[in-house]
């Protein structure tokens, strides 16, 4: 499990801090802050970056802008992103406006307005295709992560962190290495996120990461995952192990 990673791209400094305060309090993790241009792109192209907050003007020109379009024409370079800026211009709105922003807060910004619009930005970007929001719209589940919304917090949780996943009625238990989380979603739609190489279906409460299986004792109905964890292995879900090279 991870936090959300955020890239902050601010050249003044009092703003950046102030960021980074407000992110880092609410779980956030911030990979980098840049001031410029060629700063911004080197921090996003090598880094793991769930969403960027853009400042509009670095160092008095409309940086944070052409930014923005550079990653949203690079082949699967587009990220959500928000800007601020303390601007009124309706021209630089409406240029920035082009880029498709998840959000456009002025400074200075408050704490409940930042968190909401990454949340909301978060929500849409992870929303569009491809994507499944679960029924209570407590988590969304994108190819290779589920964020899900706990306590205050927007928790990244990797697909392949996940050691089995326990159904109980329209909700599901997600178990990780570290830490439970519990989202409402039908097995029916869940085990459609899931590769069908990776994760099996073990009885008809239980959903397995392969990764994550130590032994599977066929004879007392059982699979023992990292961790210690163990779920039933019914007979109507047995022949899962022939997706397994035996050694005899």
């Not at 456009?104 to 949340?119: M, S, T, V, W």
């Not at 491809?130 to 719209?137: A, L, P, T, W, Y």
């Not at 022949?239 to 090279?245: A, M």
């Amino acid at each position: 499990m991870d936090n959300i990673n955020v890239l902050i791209i601010e050249d003044t400094a009092a703003e950046s801090d102030a960021l980074v305060k407000v992110l880092t309090e609410n779980n956030y993790t911030i990979v980098g802050i840049a001031t410029n241009y060629n700063e911004a792109l080197k921090l996003f192209y090598n880094n793991v970056i769930d969403i960027v907050v853009i400042d509009v003007f670095l160092d008095g020109k409309p940086d944070g802008i052409t930014f923005a379009e550079t990653i949203t024409i690079v082949p699967n370079g587009l990220k959500p992103f928000v800007f601020l800026t303390s601007s009124k211009d309706r021209q630089i709105f409406e240029r920035a406006k082009l880029t498709k922003p998840f959000s456009f807060l002025l400074k200075p910004f408050n704490e409940l307005e930042i968190l909401y619009a990454l949340e909301m930005a978060i929500e849409k970007f992870y929303g569009q295709t491809n994507v499944f929001h679960s029924e209570d719209q407590n988590a969304v589940i994108s190819n290779d992560s589920l964020f899900i919304k706990k306590n205050k917090a927007l928790k990244k949780v990797k697909i392949e962190d996940i050691v089995y996943i326990e159904v109980e009625d329209r909700y599901c238990n997600i178990i990780t290495d570290v830490e439970k989380f519990v989202i409402l979603i039908s097995l029916t739609k869940i085990i459609q996120l899931l590769d069908s190489t990776k994760f099996f279906q073990t009885h008809r409460n239980y959903i397995v990461n392969a990764t994550k299986i130590e032994e599977i004792i066929v004879n007392d109905n059982l699979v023992i995952l990292k961790g210690n964890h163990k779920v039933t292995l019914s007979d109507k879900y047995k022949d899962f192990v022939k997706n397994f090279r035996i050694l005899r």
